[in-house]
């Protein structure tokens, strides 16, 4: 029997506002995009449990001017997973709100692209607008992280553990990754940003942050023909429509949805 997994989403800060002129390229000023929901992602089966990307600190959260909403370690707690025990945090990429926090996984071991190092550490970093995205105690941490034996190196495409595939899409960033996770209900793309909002996919809509143009848009083809063209297996990793399509596990104190299940079927399209 094939390993299968529960993808659960957590949704820690939120930007409700966000112009289309700063969120797609040739996006209108009038257009609001529905804004940005933020996530880190836990992926778990029998005794383990695997995050995917820290998400960030309420700090920084907040000086960027988004809304904090709740830490994704309170999501784990909930979950009956112990930050302080993780094992395994994976990361797709390097921006600063998916590697914020990483010191709240102690004992853990990261998993992140070759490419990725290889961009937040070398000439891709003298470019303002390829830097922008990235922030330097964060590259510095992840840098740490090696000298210290805690950090791996995922090359190109592979297994990461059973039922579990990362595959490399670059684009967005030079080592973004999405995985393949087996669910209950078959296999669940978790592209986190190698797109941010389904509409992407859907009208190959460039989104305003990127390494490289042309590998973004043809990574939105590859990840629609990973998931058989079916929107409804590809989780992208900002959209503010998750948390319509998706049962909701737990709520914030206000009411909004806090922890979702993304290996569910959606129950909204």
Known sequence: MSTTWKIYGIRYTVQPSRPGHMTFMFGSPEEE?????YYSWVLVSNDRA????????????KRLGRDWLAPPTEALKRLGVDPAHVEDVILSHAHWDHVGDLAAYPKAHFH???????????????????????????????AGLVYDNRLSFL???????????YT???GHSAGQIALTVQTDRGPVIL??????????????RAFLIFHDLRQMLAGYRTLNRMAGGDLGRLLP???????ERYP??????????????????????
């Open 50 to 61: 695997i995050v995917v990307d820290t998400g960030a600190a309420e700090a920084k959260v």
């Open 237 to 243: 990793g900002h959209d503010p429509l998750i948390k």
């Open 112 to 142: 992140m692209n070759d490419l990725e190092m290889e961009s937040i550490t070398g000439p891709d970093m003298t470019y303002h607008v390829l830097r922008e995205p990235y922030h330097g105690d964060e590259a510095q941490q992840i």
């Open 155 to 165: 090359q190109g495409d592979g297994a990461f553990a059973p039922g579990i595939d």
């Open 191 to 204: 592209a986190t940003d190698a797109i941010h909002y389904w509409q992407e996919v859907e009208q190959e």
């Open 248 to 269: 909701v596990v737990e709520t914030h104190p206000d009411g909004s949805p806090f922890i979702l299940d993304l290996g569910a079927a959606p129950t909204s399209w």
């Open 168 to 170: 490399l899409i670059g």
């Open 33 to 37: 995009t529905g804004g940005l929901d």
